[in-house]
T-cell receptor, first 113, second 111 residues
Framework: GAVVSQHPSWVICKSGTSVKIECRSLDFQATTMFWYRQFPKQSLMLMAT?????????EQGVEKDKFLINHASLTLSTLTVTSAHPEDSSFYIC?????????FGPGTRLTVL | QKEVEQDPGPLSVPEGAIVSLNCTYS??????FMWYRQYSRKGPELLMYTYSSGNKEDGRFTAQVDKSSKYISLFIRDSQPSDSATYLCATGIQGAQKLVFGQGTRLTINP
């Protein structure tokens, strides 16, 4: 149980385009989902907390107009990287809360050319 | 000072050894403690979850929390090459809410 999926697993896009990443809780409902960013050999950096039916809460330094988060249902949250640039290339991971802990998706590797 | 400190390693041990991974934290309000294992280019996988002080055992893994010294540990017995990964400690005031992660320790088990 407590499986979280992400789609796509990897994406390559041109600079200036937008990319949408989906995060789904497959066998449970999650009122809260989290989006993280991870650079090579570094720990997870929390970008935002996504609550179903309300606006996301962004961490300090994260541009909310660039990283659009939508949590339309109890099983789906999306992260859209708008007008992507090479510096946005990273590994993006979501997690979903279930009971008293968080379960992570497999991650999405974004490469912006 | 970081809220959670974890030695990034790398740590390399022979197969069959007992591995000890540790973290310290600064916020006494933290009550939930987790250990995640992350293989390269994959999302973190929940290994152990404990609430408050004490020990919790699951197979070859034992998680230990000492709230008095703000110290958390993960022990791996009879380590296997498949245990080679990065291990992340995490803690929070509420387990399902915002977590604070350690830097992660890169562990290699040599056959």
């Amino acid at each position: 149980g407590a499986v979280v999926s992400q789609h796509p697993s990897w994406v390559i896009c041109k600079s200036g385009t937008s990319v949408k990443i989906e995060c789904r809780s497959l066998d449970f409902q999650a009122t809260t989902m989290f989006w993280y960013r991870q650079f090579p050999k570094q720990s997870l950096m929390l970008m935002a907390t996504s609550n179903e039916g309300s606006k996301a809460t962004y961490e300090q330094g994260v541009e909310k107009d660039k990283f659009l988060i939508n949590h339309a249902s109890l099983t789906l949250s999306t992260l859209t990287v708008t007008s992507a640039h090479p510096e946005d290339s990273s590994f993006y991971i979501c997690s979903a809360n279930n009971a008293d802990t968080q379960y992570f998706g497999p991650g999405t590797r974004l490469t912006v050319l | 000072q970081k809220e959670v400190e974890q030695d990034p390693g790398p740590l390399s041990v022979p197969e069959g050894a007992i591995v000890s991974l540790n973290c310290t934290y600064s916020n006494s309000a933290f009550q939930y403690f987790m250990w995640y294992r992350q293989y390269s280019r994959k999302g973190p996988e929940l290994l152990m979850y404990t609430y408050s002080s004490g020990n919790k055992e699951d197979g070859r893994f034992t998680a230990q929390v000492d709230k008095s010294s703000k110290y958390i540990s993960l022990f791996i017995r009879d380590s296997q090459p498949s245990d080679s990964a990065t291990y992340l400690c995490a803690t929070g005031i509420q387990g399902a809410q915002k977590l604070v992660f350690g830097q992660g320790t890169r562990l290699t088990i040599n056959p």
